[in-house]
């Protein structure tokens, strides 16, 4: 039902990719809101989603990070309830320096729920992407979350930002998984639904760097909720769009251990 819609987001994000790749040899960096990095690339990427999607669809809304003054750009929609959600490099930080390890994040939500997402990784060529009851698929090939427990060999992302301190339970569990992180948000989720990780914990994020990768966990067989557990959807995008989200993604075989972890 949503196959038009990814297509339009793969194309988009492909666009996104390649501009951002074509910008890596001139980086420009400031920062917006007193400590967020941000490059030249990052509006000219958005730029570039934003008018392929309205050339599809015209009266479909836009939240996108990228506003004037630091603000977020949102663009309401006319006449339905479809909402675009852009995250034109997600993992700034890591592009800034030349770290491959950056990603486009395109998600689009209908009546509050996702129903098609696309993360791509231009340094990768990685492309996952899902619609509703369509299933995940990375590179065109159907994949799934893991079904494993966290063991020696099993990956395990977590965030950098800790506002409390790293939580004792987060500790221990980190002692018995390899440990990672990304520097992207939607590259974890995405390698969460791919089965490469068992599990990300995500602090302190906003709507556009989850948006695409919770519609890729959802198709692969997983799980994301608030780390209370409760369920992130529905989620209005014009209304979460100003907040802060702390979640945790994983395979249905872990999760709760995870969720305990984060609160002993």
């Avoid at 690339?41 to 999607?53: G, Y």
């Avoid at 669809?57 to 309830?81: F, T």
């Amino acid at each position: 039902m949503y196959s038009k819609d990814v297509k339009i987001a793969k194309k988009a994000a492909t666009l996104a990719g390649d501009k951002a790749l074509s910008e890596l040899a001139n980086i420009k960096t400031s920062f917006k809101n007193g400590s967020e990095v941000v490059t030249q690339a990052d509006p000219l990427c958005q730029q570039i989603i934003i008018d392929e999607i309205k050339k599809h669809c015209p009266e479909d809304g836009i939240v996108a990070e990228e506003g004037e003054k630091g603000k977020v750009l949102v663009l309401p929609p006319q006449g339905s309830q479809r909402w675009w959600i852009i995250d034109p490099i997600d993992g700034t930080n890591n592009y800034s320096k030349k770290i491959m390890l950056f990603s486009v994040s395109i998600a689009l939500f209908e009546d509050s729920m996702p129903v098609a997402g696309v993360v791509y990784c231009p340094g990768s060529g990685e492309m996952f992407e899902a619609s509703l009851n369509g299933g995940m698929f990375l590179n065109g090939i159907r994949s799934f979350c893991s079904e494993d427990q966290i063991k020696p060999q099993s990956m395990v992302a977590i965030d950098s930002a800790w506002p409390n301190g790293i939580p004792e339970g987060i500790i221990e569990l980190c002692k018995s998984c390899k440990l990672r992180n990304f520097g992207s948000t939607a590259l974890h989720l995405a390698y969460v639904a791919s089965g490469s990780m068992n599990a990300c914990i995500v602090n302190k994020n906003r709507i556009w760097d989850f948006a695409a990768g919770a519609m890729l966990i959802q198709e692969a067989g997983g799980k994301i909720t608030y780390q209370d557990g409760t369920d992130i959807t529905p989620l209005n995008p014009q209304a979460a769009s100003e907040k802060n989200f702390e979640l945790t993604a994983s395979n249905n075989v872990v999760h709760n251990i995870v969720l305990d972890a984060l609160i002993s």
